[in-house]
């Protein structure tokens, strides 16, 4: 079985560059997640979709993160402008469900560099 | 609100010796916890995970780990570490929110063993 993909792997940008990325969850699963690792830290929920809506996105910045998944398949995470501190990786990950039970399988993340 | 404390920040093994893993959380109601791996430039692997039965529980490459609610503990643990097992782990716990299912991590351990 396939398991979450992600890309780019690695994008390094200036600061108030754009940059987007993307994912593809595992085949039949409805809910996915974007998580924002810092450096020495856990990684943290962005964004969490069930199927194509938005049921979480309350840590989210939304002055210039946006995230869509549109056909409730892959999704897109784009920040705009970025900033220093958003360097970090970033993860998505997919569940075949949203409940509290439902175990989440992790991409292997995108880096994200901003000089 | 939920949170999840690791209190060592990093931990030194030798190849062969026993491994413990400390994980503290605060949650009012019966946590959903989670231990997960994070190799170098790999994402999140699932170790185990608790939803209630049995405190001990089994996990992958023989991780297994003990939940004690008196002590709001969810200690990881290991009879005899190999070289592989150099990573960093993370505690998680899992509530719902609304019609979300959020999952919140500790800020890890890194893990090395020595030869």
């Known amino acids: 079985e396939a398991g979450v993909a992600q890309s780019p792997r690695y994008k390094i940008i200036e600061k108030r560059q754009s940059v987007a990325f993307w994912c593809n969850p595992i085949s039949g699963h409805a809910t996915l997640y974007w998580y924002q690792q810092i450096l020495g830290q856990g990684p943290k929920l962005l964004i969490q979709f069930q199927n194509n809506g938005v049921v979480d996105d309350s840590q989210l910045p939304k002055d210039r993160f946006s995230a869509e998944r549109l056909k409730g398949v892959d999704s897109t995470l784009k920040i705009q402008p970025a900033k220093l501190e958003d360097s970090a990786v970033y993860l998505c990950a997919s569940s075949f469900g949203g409940s509290t039970t439902d175990t989440q399988y992790f991409g292997p993340g995108t880096r994200l560099t901003v000089l | 609100a939920q949170s999840v404390t690791q209190p060592d920040i990093h931990i030194t093994v030798s190849e062969g010796a026993s491994l413990e893993l400390r994980c503290n959380y605060s949650?009012?109601?019966?946590?959903?916890l989670f231990w997960y791996v994070q190799s170098p430039g790999q994402g999140l692997q699932l170790l185990l995970k608790?939803?209630?039965?049995?405190?001990l529980v089994q996990g992958i490459k023989g991780f297994e780990a003990e939940f004690k609610r008196s002590q709001s503990s969810f200690n990881l643990r290991k009879p005899s570490v190999h070289w592989s097992d150099a990573a960093e782990y993370f505690c998680?716990?899992?509530?719902?929110?609304?019609?979300?299912?959020?999952?919140?991590f500790g800020t890890g351990t890194r893990l090395q063993v020595t030869l």
């Open positions: 949650y009012g109601a019966t946590p959903y």
């Open positions: 998680a716990v899992r509530r719902r929110t609304g019609t979300a299912s959020k999952l919140t």
């Open positions: 608790y939803f209630s039965g049995d405190t």
